[in-house]
Nanobody
């Protein structure tokens, strides 16, 4: 089992920056895939950024060049630095980990989410 706790979400003006954190506890040695997703009101949950197999990093096209994912070496904490924020970035941001490097397999764990609101 892995427990996840996101923090750092708040109201910010357009063009501003935020840094989200995701603290992992429990069996963090089992973690393979680590990533961020977001869900805007009335929309499905979408991929934002993730560490995949071999330490590769993927970003959604909509955030590439503005968001940066990082993590501690022991995978105990993952971060999402968000710059040049836009109103369309408004969403609940979720931390996701999986015991496999491919999130289609393994055991999947989610945090409770943290609200990011970008005002225009």
């Amino acid at each position: 089992q892995v427990q996840l706790a996101e923090s750092g979400g708040r109201l910010v003006q357009e063009g501003g920056s935020l840094r989200l954190s995701c603290a992992a506890s429990g069996n963090i040695a089992s973690i393979g895939f680590m990533g961020w997703y977001r869900q805007a009101p009335g929309k499905k949950r979408d991929f934002v950024a993730a560490f995949t197999a071999g330490g590769s990093i993927d970003y959604a096209h909509s955030v590439k060049g503005r968001f940066t994912i990082s993590r501690d070496n022991d995978k105990s904490t993952m971060y999402l630095q968000m710059d040049s924020l836009k109103p369309e970035d408004t969403a609940v941001y979720y931390c996701n980990v999986n015991t496999d490097y491919d999130p289609k397999y393994g055991n999947d764990f989610w945090g409770q989410g943290t609200q990011v609101t970008v005002s225009s």
